[in-house]
């Protein structure tokens, strides 16, 4: 027979027992609001990504799969794609970004490169910028292809454009029109300068508009600027005279350092982080193929001068530059240059016989086949979707890129 309890024994116990859940319940809510209203009061933190094609990104989702084949980047593939193999949407980081086709905006996820089918470093740049915060993000990105510093992103105060005495001497033998030259130089200069401060201000002057969750009393703090730029000025000739030789490039310097300050006046952010993305297509010129070494001093010169204005006294502390030539895939580069003796191949035995595009596919296939393992084909295959200067079209190298941007924004608020 079992014990029998007392009924207002047994209803005391429940009545403490629910009383007791109840304010547990609404300890846990208050908590959590206190906590969110705690978190909303922080000002939104904004990052601005400016540059020119390799800012845009031209790495194609086709080669997320290459990401994952190596264990050391197999991590930033589980961040950047779903087990089903879609990219992720990142609700806690949202994007407006200005290009070529006007503004792109919303949850950040691939699409934000070149077009819809590519990812530039805005992807793991903003992954893991979040994650360094753990609060939402907003990036404000502007990247157009083929833009140079001296002249496309020239800032104010570094004045206008000269052309040196060797260009005015090439122009007068070719008997052009100078005038008409300096004309449409100074119209140009600047230009993507102020489109880019135009679109910051814009977006900051309604950020509900491409972050819906923004509140007006939270406000927003300029958290950090990446600058991803440099093929343009480092191919040219005309402007840079002397890029064969120490200094040659130290007008390059100059600017950018003229960009550092006039940005931060422009937006009232005299403190603004600063990372200076410095080119490293080829990656280090000391691992150059013999192919490269033409460029070998060139590139290095350039890259010096590139990050320069990180080691001036004024901006210690709050410029930064990452030497993207660490991330290059020289395992790409060096199953490329064997292909290209089977691209020779082809070209022979196309000059011999006529061969449709079916038979020449064939063709490759089976020269591949008895030149690379079936792993060494498939990294081709999922590796590369673009030229060298744009970082081989690599999401393996652009995600790398990313997250060390990231990693690099100095400033002591950005620490969790």
Not at 5 to 26: D, E, N, Q, Y
Not at 148 to 171: E, I, K, M, N, Y
Request: hydrophobic residues 40%; positive net charge; glycine residues 8%.
């Amino acid at each position: 027979m079992k014990p029998q309890r007392c009924p207002s024994f047994t209803f005391r116990m429940k009545f403490l027992g629910a009383s007791r859940l109840h304010w547990l319940i609404v300890a846990g809510v208050l908590g959590l609001w206190s906590n969110n209203a705690v978190a909303e009061k922080k000002p939104l933190k904004v990052f601005i990504l400016t540059g020119q094609s390799n800012m845009q990104g031209h790495a194609h989702v086709g080669t997320f799969e290459h990401v994952g084949m190596d264990p050391k980047t197999l991590p930033l593939l589980e961040e950047m794609q779903s087990p089903d193999g879609k990219p992720r949407v990142h609700k806690n980081v949202w994007i407006s970004y200005l290009s070529n086709n006007g503004e792109k905006r919303g949850r950040l996820t691939a699409g934000f490169g070149a077009n819809k089918d590519k990812i530039g470093p805005e992807l793991t740049f903003g992954i893991y910028m979040q994650k360094r915060l753990n609060e939402p993000i907003l990036i404000i990105k502007t990247a157009w292809g083929g833009k140079s510093l001296h002249t496309d992103f020239r800032p104010p105060s570094a004045g206008p454009f000269a052309f040196g005495p060797r260009q005015l001497q090439r122009f007068k033998k070719q008997k052009k029109d100078i005038a008409k030259i300096k004309a449409d130089k100074a119209k140009a200069t600047g230009r993507f300068y102020r489109l880019t401060i135009e679109h910051v201000k814009r977006v900051l002057a309604d950020i509900k508009r491409v972050y819906p969750d923004y509140r007006a009393d939270q406000g927003y703090e300029l958290a950090g600027l990446v600058w991803f730029q440099g093929w343009n000025d480092m191919v040219d000739r005309g402007t840079y005279p002397n890029r064969n030789r120490k200094g040659g490039y130290d007008q390059y310097s100059k600017v950018l350092a003229h960009f550092i300050r006039d940005v931060r006046k422009d937006l009232s952010a005299p403190k603004l982080p600063f990372v200076i993305g410095v080119l490293g297509v080829g990656g280090p010129v000391e691992k150059y193929l013999p192919k490269q070494q033409r460029y070998r001093k060139i590139h290095q010169n350039f890259r010096l001068a590139m990050a320069a204005p990180a080691s001036l006294p004024e901006f210690k502390g709050n410029v930064a530059a990452v030497l993207t030539e660490k991330y290059w895939d020289l395992q790409l580069v060096k199953l490329r240059a064997r292909d290209a003796t089977i691209k020779q191949k082809l070209r022979k035995l196309r000059a011999e016989k006529k061969l449709s595009r079916k038979e020449q596919r064939a063709a490759q296939a089976k020269f591949r086949a008895a030149e690379f393992s079936k792993r060494e084909i498939k990294v081709l295959q999922k590796g590369v979707s673009n030229f060298e200067f744009h970082y081989l079209g690599s999401a393996k190298i652009m995600a790398q890129i990313g997250k060390g941007f990231a990693e690099a924004m100095p400033g002591k608020r950005l620490e969790k």
